[in-house]
Nanobody, 117 residues
Framework: QVNVVESGGGLVQAGGSLRLSCAAS????????MGWFREPPGKEREFVAS????????KYEDSVKGRFTVSTNKARNAVYLQMNNLKPEDTAVYYC??????????WGQGTQVTVSS
């Protein structure tokens, strides 16, 4: 069993910053990729950013490029999302995932990010 837990969400004014953290834990697993999706109010879940845990270029959804930075700590099976210059349209529940062996994706429970105008 692999558990994924996010933290770091909250309420921030437009133009502000937040840093989300996520860690995977369990027994006998290897993470190959970790990343973030988000689910805005009334909308479907959408991709935000991802990164390979052994290196490689990170990937971003177009609307967050230049504002969000995804990074990883493979030793800790952790991924981070630094979010700068936040906008009201970034308001969403942010979900972390970890892709482990067998191309299985494990999800966290989500953390709320609210950006006020």
């Amino acid at each position: 069993q692999v558990n994924v837990v996010e933290s770091g969400g909250g309420l921030v004014q437009a133009g502000g910053s937040l840093r989300l953290s996520c860690a995977a834990s369990g027994r006998s697993f290897v993470t190959y990729e970790m990343g973030w999706f988000r689910e805005p109010p009334g909308k479907e879940r959408e991709f935000v950013a991802s990164i390979g845990t052994s290196g490689g270029w990170p990937k971003y959804e177009d609307s967050v490029k230049g504002r969000f930075t995804v990074s990883t700590n493979k030793a800790r099976n952790a991924v981070y999302l630094q979010m700068n210059n936040l906008k009201p349209e970034d308001t969403a529940v942010y979900y972390c995932y970890a892709t482990i062996q067998g191309n299985i994706r494990r999800w966290g429970q989500g953390t709320q990010v609210t950006v006020s105008s």
